[in-house]
């Protein structure tokens, strides 16, 4: 069980367009999702929380205008990246957890973002 | 502010010799809970294990060992007789309650046959 699916694994898109980013949980409710940002041989940073209904929280230095997360349902969060550029190019992974315990989280298997 | 130190950026060793990855953490939090991960090339984050910060009990899976020193703020990984499979990068990682991951910079450990 716990399984986190992402979609779609790999993107390259052009400068300037957007990009959406599904994180599912597959057989469990995910009150929280979070999302962390991956730059090559670099550790992973986390960029916003996100609970079901309610806005995102951000970390500091997150673009909010720039990265969408919404969390609509208790199985789907998603990330947008607006007018992205080569400088957004990078392994977006989301977690998940049920709420009843927030760190125990589930991974995602990451999408691979390239801006040409 | 909770913060992870990995101060081994690459070890390198033949196949069947230990391996010992180092962690250090800081955090205020009287509850905390520890976390290591594998990614290998493919990316996908493989959960190790997970230790909250009032079971100071070590543990070992298979190949797999962890010692958890509060006195030193230390959660140490062993991997014994290594192989090329564990080949991948380690990262050290830390929490509070509300499951906000502080990752380590990581570990690649290279296992050559």
């Known amino acids: 069980g716990a399984v986190v699916s992402q979609h779609p694994s790999r993107v390259i898109c052009k400068s300037g367009t957007s990009v959406k980013i599904e994180c599912r949980s597959l057989?469990?409710?995910?009150?929280?999702m979070f999302w962390y940002r991956q730059f090559p041989k670099k550790s992973l940073m986390l960029m916003a929380t996100?609970?079901?209904?309610?806005?995102?929280?951000?970390e500091q230095g997150v673009e909010k205008d720039k990265f969408l997360i919404n969390h609509a349902s208790l199985t789907l969060s998603t990330l947008t990246v607006t007018s992205a550029h080569p400088e957004d190019s990078s392994f977006y992974i989301c977690?998940?957890?049920?709420?009843?315990?927030?760190?125990?989280?589930?991974f995602g298997p990451g999408t691979r973002l390239t801006v040409t | 502010a909770q913060k992870v130190t990995q101060a081994q950026t690459e070890i390198s060793v033949v196949e069947k010799e230990d391996v010992t990855l180092d962690c250090v953490y800081e955090?205020?939090?009287?509850?905390?809970?520890l976390f290591w991960y594998k990614q290998p090339p493919s990316g996908e984050l493989v959960f190790l294990i997970r230790?909250?910060?009032?079971?100071?009990q070590n543990e070992i899976s298979g190949r797999y060992s962890w010692n958890f020193q509060k006195s030193t703020s230390s959660f140490n990984f062993t991997i014994t007789a290594s192989q090329v499979v564990d080949s991948a990068v380690y990262f050290c990682?830390?929490?509070?309650?509300?499951?906000?991951?502080?990752f380590g910079s990581g570990t690649q450990v290279v296992v050559t046959p």
């Open positions: 977690s998940a957890s049920s709420g009843t315990s927030p760190y125990e989280q589930y």
């Open positions: 057989d469990f409710q995910a009150t929280t």
């Open positions: 996100s609970n079901e209904g309610s806005k995102a929280t951000y």
């Open positions: 955090t205020r939090d009287t509850t905390y809970y």
């Open positions: 230790r909250n910060s009032f079971d100071e």
């Open positions: 990682a830390l929490s509070g309650v509300w499951g906000k991951l502080q």
